[in-house]
């Protein structure tokens, strides 16, 4: 069965950082734009960033100069870093493989992260 596995959060205080790993379990991601979506309870889904299979990136302007995606085809995995992460960061986040029309999308099943003093 083909997994996207996250791992990474948990709590942090306001001003730290973390680093969010997805790894691909019975799906090779390298052809794949990985994507980072975040989500508030009670709202929806919102994007966060996005890496290419050419390592082209994209950061929503919320995030810019505090998140950064990265991808490590070696390891099948592909990384969010957040830093100076504020208390509205806190939310639960999933990544996603897309961006190929023959194939299906695929998400993780997120990873928690909460941000608080």
């Known amino acids: 069965q083909v997994r996207l596995v996250e791992s990474g959060g948990g709590l942090v205080q306001p001003g730290g950082s973390l680093r969010l790993s997805c790894t691909g379990s019975r799906i090779d991601l390298s052809p794949f734009r990985m994507a980072w979506y975040r989500q508030v309870e009670g709202k929806e889904r919102e994007f966060v960033a996005s890496i290419s299979k050419n390592d082209v990136t994209n950061v929503w302007d919320t995030f810019k100069g505090r998140f950064t995606i990265s991808r490590d085809n070696a390891k099948n995995s592909v990384y969010l870093q957040m830093n100076n992460l504020k208390p509205d960061d806190t939310a639960i986040y999933f990544c996603?493989?897309?961006?190929?029309?023959?194939?299906?999308?695929?998400w993780g099943q997120g990873t928690r992260v909460t941000v608080s003093a």
């Open positions: 996603k493989a897309g961006g190929i029309p023959t194939r299906n999308d695929y």
